[in-house]
């Protein structure tokens, strides 16, 4: 449970897109193991920020590498979003948009990663989203209705999904050469 006075968690995601041979534009997305606080959850590589890391950017780097194996070298840093929250569980997040220069073979972390899911954003955002009245998010200390991206038999909600939802118009517009 968050609190008031609990100083935010810093952390960074890599949001990382790229087109395949067909031309489509693909994103990266992970689901978390069992056990750590975001047990289950899709969401971009990322983590907390590491007294070794000199940046937040170099936190993003470093946790893409160490969750789904893309280096450094074949990433290409469109843009830095601005820093966001979540709503339960106290990090301030650092997204980070990289395009993946192809081809990466894409390796899980065991320990970290259940799954690695390869995501067509034009079909993402040309899925039903529901509004309000989507199901309850467990574990938040003030339960409450919110809405999510189905992605196979899971959901993509949370911050993940505020960041989808933001930035897939953008990138799908073009706003990035990718």
């Avoid at 959850?41 to 969750?67: I, V, Y």
């Avoid at 509004?131 to 189905?150: C, I, K, M, Q, S």
């Amino acid at each position: 449970m968050k609190s008031a006075d609990k100083p935010l968690v810093e952390a960074s995601v890599l949001i990382p897109v790229y087109r395949n041979a067909e031309g489509e534009l693909r994103l990266v997305l992970i689901r978390r193991t069992s056990g750590g606080s975001h047990s289950g959850h899709l969401a971009f590589p990322g983590g907390k920020h590491d007294a070794n890391d000199s940046s937040m950017l170099d936190t993003a780097l470093r946790e893409a590498w160490e969750e789904v194996g893309i280096p450094a070298s074949r990433i290409e840093i469109l843009a830095h979003l601005p820093p966001t929250q979540t709503r339960s569980s106290g990090f301030r997040v650092y997204p980070f948009i990289g395009r993946v220069i192809q081809p990466v073979q894409w390796r899980k972390n065991e320990r970290e990663v259940a799954e690695i899911m390869d995501v067509s954003l034009a079909g993402l955002m040309d899925a039903e989203v529901p509004d309000e009245d989507a199901d309850a998010a467990t574990g938040a200390p003030d339960p409450r209705l919110v809405p999510y991206y189905r992605v196979g038999e899971y959901r993509l909600w949370g911050l993940t999904f505020r960041i989808v939802r933001d930035l897939g118009p953008r990138l799908l517009s073009g706003e990035w050469t990718i």
